[in-house]
């Protein structure tokens, strides 16, 4: 174990090293100082690991594999874990003071939520199937409890075991996929099992490699949500605390796509019959269509942004599969970059939909949010521009994510993709400014007659506010951190 | 490759017929004349006296979940006792990292009071 060793994986030393820490402070320290200091220190830890990162992406030069090729640090990777510990950071700026109400240990939750982080870096960056799974397991066991986090509610609970068991049943699919890979080729890293696919001496067992991929995908759309395993989707998010959903619609997500475009990349040329990329336009086509006309039909907020998270997914696939078209020199620019907008504005959507609840009680309808922007000036600002940058309305980062994506799409003739994209796009314009009209319904709500709104929620708000506003008039400088 | 998965083939074809042949025979060879006795559920012997749907303290649960932790412990601490003079001493680091995170763990659930029966 030597020094550059070290420094691969001090992201990973940082978060296990803070997570147990916090464990410990909720255990020794007494209640009301506990809250405090444990959200201080998980703060500095995911600021430091995220200038950690920063500082391997600047000094990263070649691709470093360690402990025998199970982790790659490569470009690709640590940009995506750079999404994630934004996303993560953000979240954990909108817990303090609101984790008390829906968790009696905020410790407990800070950890979760670090440990679950140090499974997406793991993720982003593993390169062996076993180094793969053991962190989709950090990541999604952490993510089981944080739904079910407030357990004094029934819709927690319920939403935590919907998650766990379909969770528990899409990893069986994968990991009888890995067992037909690793039966095929007798191999565990990537780059290994891509050359035993491709080799001639393994011909017959080609057919059995092909279909342990495909069940290896199902695990991953899974995960991402998309078209035909994306029912657990709004169930989860609607019951799940709104804090959480943010966390799991952005930095799980996030995450699973990384992941999924490691293995796409790796495998997809491993399979001659074309099947996976056929497969994959059906997908991106369904879900596009999918979640942007449920999304039409919702009445609750939460809901509505799981189907419109749904539609979004939609679009990076079709990102996805235009890098995908041209193998030799792949563009995954778009990609990062929408997802890192997709990650600002929608944290920041649930900024001001968590700033809006109250005690208890959160933001469900849209009866709930009639009249919040007289109300509230600056909450009503926010989260009307959240909702026109998430539906692409020009100078606002989502304008400029989608219209990365299909001037992708359309300079790699994925036509037909390109414009069922567009149209779905103008689709979901309609829903995401019914919620701004219901900001500026002039109705009386007693619900925001005596309130005062947190700073913390502002503050995360008011940062969100200003990237996505700043990515939406110089998207160059998100491409130039991300390339 | 292939021929050599035969034997298996055959050997699991038997198997299930053996079994489901064998509870075919049981089901319509067999006589069957019920009584009380023999419907009572088997306990050592000794007369039931209680309905076997009892509720169990939700601790149990605690308990079995962290006796699989521990037991996981050990199955990758024999196979690390059995081959670390063979690595070098990053394998003795590497396992006591792996037991310091588990001693946290530990000192958590202690601290949790979780082992304290009330």
Same mark, same amino acid.
């Given at each position: 174990?030597?020094?550059?060793?070290?420094?691969?994986?001090?992201?990973?030393?940082?978060?296990?090293?803070?997570?147990?820490?916090?464990?410990?402070?909720?255990?020794?320290?007494?209640?009301?100082?506990?809250?405090?200091?444990?959200?201080?220190?998980?703060?500095?830890?995911?600021?430091?690991?995220?200038?950690?990162?920063?500082?391997?992406?600047?000094?990263?030069?070649?691709?470093?594999?360690?402990?025998?090729?199970?982790?790659?640090?490569?470009?690709?990777?640590?940009? @995506?874990?750079?999404?994630?510990?934004?996303?993560?950071?953000?979240?954990?700026?909108?817990?303090?003071?609101?984790?008390?109400?829906?968790?009696?240990?905020?410790?407990?939750?800070?950890?979760?939520?670090?440990?679950?982080?140090?499974?997406?870096?793991?993720?982003?960056?593993?390169?062996?199937?076993?180094?793969?799974?053991?962190?989709?397991?950090?990541?999604?066991?952490?993510?089981?409890?944080?739904?079910?986090?407030?357990?004094?509610?029934?819709?927690?609970?319920?939403?935590?075991? !919907?998650?766990?068991?379909?969770?528990?049943?899409?990893?069986?699919?994968?990991?009888?996929?890995?067992?037909?890979?690793?039966?095929?080729?007798?191999?565990?890293?990537?780059?290994?099992?891509?050359?035993?696919?491709?080799?001639?001496?393994?011909?017959?067992?080609?057919?059995?490699?092909?279909?342990?991929?495909?069940?290896?995908?199902?695990?991953?759309?899974?995960?991402?949500?998309? @078209?035909?395993?994306?029912?657990?989707?709004?169930?989860?998010?609607?019951?799940?605390?709104?804090?959480?959903?943010?966390?799991?619609?952005?930095?799980?997500?996030?995450?699973?796509?990384?992941?999924?475009?490691?293995?796409?990349?790796?495998?997809?040329?491993?399979?001659?019959?074309?099947?996976?990329?056929?497969?994959?336009?059906?997908?991106?086509?369904?879900?596009?269509?999918?979640?942007?006309?449920?999304?039409?039909?919702?009445?609750?907020?939460?809901?509505?942004?799981?189907?419109?998270?749904?539609?979004?997914?939609?679009?990076?696939?079709?990102?996805?599969?235009?890098?995908?078209?041209?193998?030799?020199?792949?563009?995954?620019?778009?990609?990062?970059?929408?997802?890192?907008?997709?990650?600002?504005?929608?944290?920041?959507?649930?900024?001001?939909?968590?700033?809006?609840?109250?005690?208890?009680?959160?933001?469900?309808?849209?009866?709930?949010?009639?009249?919040?922007?007289?109300?509230?000036?600056?909450?009503?600002?926010?989260?009307?521009?959240?909702?026109?940058?998430?539906?692409?309305?020009?100078?606002?980062?989502?304008?400029?994510?989608?219209?990365?994506?299909?001037?992708?799409?359309?300079?790699?003739?994925?036509?037909?993709?390109?414009?069922?994209?567009?149209?779905?796009?103008?689709?979901?314009?309609?829903?995401?400014? !019914?919620?701004?009209?219901?900001?500026?319904?002039?109705?009386?709500?007693?619900?925001?007659?005596?309130?005062?709104?947190?700073?913390?929620?502002?503050?995360?708000?008011?940062?969100?506010?200003?990237?996505?506003?700043?990515?939406?008039?110089?998207?160059?400088?998100?491409?130039?951190?991300?390339? | $490759?292939?021929?050599?998965? =035969?034997?298996?083939?055959?050997?699991?074809?038997?198997?299930?017929?053996?079994?489901?042949?064998?509870? $075919?025979?049981?089901?319509?060879?067999?006589?069957?004349?019920?009584?009380?006795?023999?419907?009572?559920?088997?306990?050592?012997?000794?007369?039931?006296?209680?309905?076997?749907?009892?509720?169990?303290?939700?601790?149990?649960?605690? /308990?079995?979940?962290?006796?699989?932790?521990?037991?996981?412990?050990?199955?990758?601490?024999?196979?690390?006792?059995?081959?670390?003079?063979? $690595?070098? $001493? /990053?394998?003795?680091?590497?396992?006591?990292?792996?037991?310091?995170?588990?001693?946290?763990?530990?000192?958590?659930?202690?601290?949790?009071?979780? =082992?304290?029966?009330?």
């Amino acid at each position: 174990m030597n020094i550059t060793t070290l420094n691969g994986i001090l992201p990973i030393l940082i978060l296990t090293g803070v997570g147990l820490l916090v464990l410990l402070v909720e255990a020794f320290i007494e209640r009301d100082r506990e809250r405090r200091f444990a959200f201080i220190l998980s703060l500095a830890g995911i600021i430091a690991t995220l200038v950690s990162l920063f500082s391997q992406l600047v000094h990263h030069d070649a691709d470093l594999l360690l402990f025998g090729g199970a982790l790659i640090v490569d470009h690709t990777g640590l940009a @995506f874990s750079i999404i994630i510990c934004l996303g993560a950071l953000l979240v954990l700026i909108l817990s303090h003071r609101h984790v008390t109400r829906i968790h009696r240990n905020a410790g407990e939750f800070y950890s979760l939520i670090l440990f679950a982080t140090l499974g997406m870096h793991a993720l982003t960056i593993s390169n062996d199937m076993m180094t793969f799974f053991v962190s989709l397991e950090v990541m999604s066991v952490a993510v089981y409890i944080l739904a079910g986090v407030n357990r004094k509610s029934l819709k927690s609970n319920e939403s935590a075991l !919907k998650y766990l068991i379909l969770g528990a049943f899409s990893t069986a699919f994968l990991l009888l996929g890995i067992a037909f890979v690793y039966g095929a080729t007798g191999q565990m890293g990537f780059m290994e099992i891509k050359e035993a696919l491709l080799s001639e001496a393994n011909a017959p067992f080609q057919s059995v490699g092909i279909l342990g991929l495909i069940l290896i995908m199902v695990g991953f759309i899974f995960k991402i949500g998309a @078209f035909p395993f994306q029912q657990w989707v709004p169930d989860v998010y609607e019951g799940a605390p709104s804090i959480v959903t943010a966390f799991m619609a952005t930095c799980v997500k996030t995450a699973a796509f990384a992941i999924l475009l490691r293995g796409l990349f790796t495998f997809f040329q491993a399979d001659e019959s074309g099947f996976l990329m056929s497969a994959l336009t059906v997908i991106t086509v369904l879900t596009m269509i999918f979640g942007n006309f449920m999304a039409l039909i919702q009445s609750n907020i939460k809901r509505l942004i799981a189907y419109s998270g749904i539609a979004h997914t939609g679009y990076i696939l079709l990102a996805i599969l235009a890098a995908l078209s041209d193998p030799a020199k792949p563009d995954i620019t778009p990609i990062l970059f929408y997802l890192l907008v997709y990650t600002l504005m929608t944290v920041g959507a649930f900024a001001v939909l968590i700033g809006a609840s109250r005690g208890g009680e959160e933001v469900e309808t849209f009866e709930d949010i009639r009249g919040l922007g007289y109300k509230h000036k600056l909450l009503g600002l926010f989260m009307a521009f959240f909702f026109f940058s998430l539906a692409g309305i020009p100078s606002t980062a989502g304008f400029m994510g989608k219209f990365f994506i299909f001037k992708a799409a359309i300079s790699k003739e994925l036509y037909a993709l390109a414009v069922i994209g567009i149209l779905t796009a103008v689709v979901s314009v309609y829903y995401y400014l !019914k919620i701004v009209v219901y900001l500026y319904l002039k109705e009386e709500n007693r619900r925001y007659e005596k309130y005062s709104i947190q700073w913390n929620y502002l503050l995360a708000s008011f940062l969100t506010f200003l990237l996505v506003l700043f990515l939406g008039i110089f998207p160059q400088f998100g491409f130039k951190l991300l390339k | $490759m292939k021929e050599n998965y =035969f034997p298996i083939l055959i050997y699991s074809i038997v198997v299930i017929g053996l079994a489901l042949s064998f509870l $075919m025979m049981a089901q319509y060879f067999g006589p069957r004349r019920k009584s009380k006795q023999k419907l009572e559920p088997y306990e050592c012997g000794v007369e039931p006296f209680d309905s076997h749907r009892r509720k169990f303290h939700v601790k149990f649960y605690l /308990i079995a979940t962290f006796f699989i932790l521990f037991d996981i412990e050990t199955v990758f601490l024999i196979p690390w006792a059995v081959t670390f003079k063979e $690595m070098s $001493m /990053i394998a003795v680091f590497e396992m006591f990292f792996f037991l310091f995170i588990l001693g946290i763990g530990l000192i958590y659930i202690l601290k949790k009071r979780v =082992f304290d029966w009330d």
